[in-house]
């Protein structure tokens, strides 16, 4: 990922309300290791159910707030739907975002299930182990930024699509 700074951060939202920007916390870029993340994903620590994560398109910077669900999968496990890591269900939170635009001051919002940490980017970078019940997953690291990028792509798409 192309490093970022704060200013192009705040200015990526795509659908924060008026002001949110400019109050999001933001992680400690000083400590980001940009070449091993596909997108930069992080908690808001003092509103618990907030989220950010913010990637590039091309060269244009696309921001998402995102609101994480009160109720949490408790058990079995779950799988996030961009690093598509299968992981115990408590690790893994449906997230909800505006759509930009009209339609998300309208209230319209979409959903997906993410890591609850928004750590994608790392744990892609873990070699999964064989697994019986999953033999399609790709092993090769290559093969999982792909399908990660394509993922987070889609999922952007989603939250831009109505305000085109």
């Known amino acids: 990922m192309k490093p970022m700074s704060e200013p192009e951060i705040r200015a990526s939202m795509v659908n924060a309300v ?7 916390p933001l992680p400690g870029l000083h ?12 908690r808001d620590p003092g509103s618990p ?22 109720v949490r999968l408790r058990a079995g496990s779950a799988i ?28 319209n919002s979409v959903g997906t299930y993410i890591c609850a940490d928004l750590a994608c980017s790392l744990l892609i970078r873990i070699e999964p182990p064989s697994n ?15 399908g990660l990028e394509s993922r987070l792509r889609s999922f ?7 305000a085109a």
């Open 18 to 24: 008026p002001g949110e920007a400019e109050r999001m």
């Open 31 to 42: 400590e980001v290791v940009w070449a091993q993340r596909e997108y930069l994903g992080w």
């Open 49 to 70: 159910l907030r989220g950010y994560l913010v990637y590039w398109r091309g060269d244009e910077a696309i921001g998402i707030a995102l609101r994480a669900s009160e």
């Open 80 to 107: 996030c739907s961009l690093c598509n890591t299968p992981q115990p269900a408590g690790q893994v939170t449906m997230f909800s975002a505006a759509r930009a635009g009209d339609a998300g001051r309208a209230g």
């Open 132 to 146: 019986a019940w999953m033999p399609e997953a790709p092993t090769r690291l290559s093969e999982r930024i792909a």
């Open 156 to 162: 952007g798409g989603r939250v831009l699509e109505s």
